[in-house]
């Protein structure tokens, strides 16, 4: 009797959680189909879905297959681990045999990577076929939390792809024009760093390549109890960096930049810039304040610089390292300071760029752990006042940049406090949002024994 109203209760609570997954599941789809058909329209080159099926024969970027590939370990035993692993490089060596001996082209450093994505589709194969209940779920949380990661730089991609196609004039002149109220750092930082080279280019040049594998270091350090709890964190760094990637180029249509280096510079590659160039300034002399005006680039180069979502992830690497050891906290504050650096001192971002990017990752962090504990006044209330301040800085941007040139020391310190606020704001809450500890009762002493 009591077994048969349990099961009656479990499957009702099943069921709803099982409509919004399927829903979800097919809300993804479409948006995957969507951008297939969008990359295919605007450059004739294939999208996510064909680029990811490709990647199962020919020749893939190992790093987010690898990378995926070690997120889903976290839900297996380690002597999993160990035979995933060792499939892994099998195949891959299989597959380097095979291509080596039909004599195929293959793009240099696209070597390895089969074997990651084949190891992940096996272990979902298992999941359906050999698993049952909670033991399947978590499986396959597994394998989907690795191949998000991998499709996220597959739909990534894309988006820079459709920004570069869609949106023919970018907005950089206002950008620059605004960035005058903080004194151009991205100036300052880019004579700075040339005066530290070649040791301080190389170094943030590999910090700024490499935040995937940092995000993917503290991600697995949050998930490492998985295989043993069986069951995965209410909220972890994964669940951030994806939904920053996702809504980050939305942003990239509304208000398409490219960065100084290709706006006011030769570009990344030393001359092809400097015919879409307004004027081939940076790092040496900062524009002129005048009026601004939408300029047109080429159809290659992607509008990808507001908000800056290198600063958005690195900040979020930074807040999930806190909970971590003191190796851990130094490596993410250390890979936040030297990403500031980087996107300033390389000419990919502006300084309003990199506030916007604090903003726009605190306010999807909070909306994110908000979700998870329950929505409540403090957490609306900080998503709210966090979306509106990234809201008005967009404004202020497009269309105030004039007054902030001229009246740099009036908007340069209320662009720093309305970040700053913000960042008050997320702490000041989220710490009211950890469990309160609350002290052992300290035992009664025992009585002395009356002296006879």
């Known amino acids: 009797m009591f077994s048969r109203i349990n099961r009656i209760k479990f499957s009702a609570w099943r069921q709803p959680r099982a409509i919004l997954w399927a829903a979800t599941g097919v809300v993804a789809l479409g948006f995957l189909i969507a951008l297939e058909v969008a990359a295919r329209h605007y450059s004739g080159q294939p999208g996510p879905i064909t680029n990811q099926a490709r990647e199962v024969i020919f020749p893939p970027k190992p790093g987010p297959l ?22 892994a490089i099998g195949i891959d060596i299989v597959f380097v045999l095979v291509r080596w001996a039909v004599d195929a082209e293959v793009p240099e450093g696209h070597y390895f990577g089969n074997g990651a994505l084949w190891v992940m589709l096996g272990c979902a194969v298992i999941a ?12 396959l949380k597994g394998v989907g939390l690795g191949l998000l990661l991998v499709a996220g730089r597959k739909i990534g991609d894309t988006w820079l792809l459709i920004t570069s196609k869609t949106r023919p004039e970018v907005l950089d002149p206002y950008v620059a024009t605004a960035d005058h109220a903080l004194g151009n750092p991205s100036w300052l930082a880019g004579r ?28 697995v350090y949050q998930l490492r109890h998985v295989a043993v709890e069986r069951r995965f964190p209410r909220h972890h760094l994964v669940r951030t960096f994806l939904v920053i990637g996702m809504l980050g180029p939305a942003v990239y249509m509304i208000f398409p930049v490219v960065g100084p280096i290709f706006a006011y510079g030769p570009g990344t590659s030393g001359t092809g810039g400097v015919e879409w160039a307004v004027a081939n300034l940076w790092p040496d002399t900062p524009p002129s304040i005048t009026t601004p005006h939408p300029v047109p680039y080429d159809g290659i180069t992607p ?31 250390f890979w936040l300071l030297a990403t500031l650096g ?8 502006y300084g309003v760029d990199l506030i916007a990017g604090v903003v726009f990752a605190l306010t999807v962090e909070a909306a994110l752990r908000s979700y998870d504990r329950g929505w409540d006044r403090s957490g609306l209330q900080l998503v709210a006042y966090g979306t509106t301040v990234f809201a008005v800085l967009l404004v202020s941007y497009r269309y105030l940049p004039m007054e902030m040139a001229r009246h740099p020391w009036l908007f340069g310190p209320l662009l720093l406090l309305a970040m700053a606020s913000v960042i008050y704001g997320y702490a000041r809450t989220t710490k009211r949002w950890e469990p309160k500890t609350v002290p052992a009762p300290r035992p009664d002493p025992e009585p002395r024994p009356e002296l006879v």
């Not at 040339?194 to 490499?210: C, F, K, Q, S």
């Not at 690195?314 to 504050?333: E, M, N, Q």
């Open 342 to 349: 980087a996107t300033l001192g390389f000419g990919y971002h």
């Open 303 to 333: 509008r990808n610089c507001m908000p800056s979502l290198h600063t958005a992830w690195a900040l979020a690497i930074f807040i999930h390292s806190r909970a971590g050891s003191r190796i851990l906290r130094f490596a993410g504050t």
């Open 66 to 87: 690898y990378g995926g590939m070690a997120l889903m370990l976290v839900v297996l035993t380690w002597r999993q681990r160990f035979i995933a692993a060792g499939a």
């Open 192 to 219: 700075m760093l040339e005066a530290t080279a070649p040791i301080g280019t190389h170094l943030l040049d590999w910090v700024y390549a490499e935040l995937a594998v940092a995000a993917i270091v503290v991600a």
């Open 128 to 139: 359906v076929t050999r698993r049952t209940g909670r033991e399947r779920v978590l499986l």
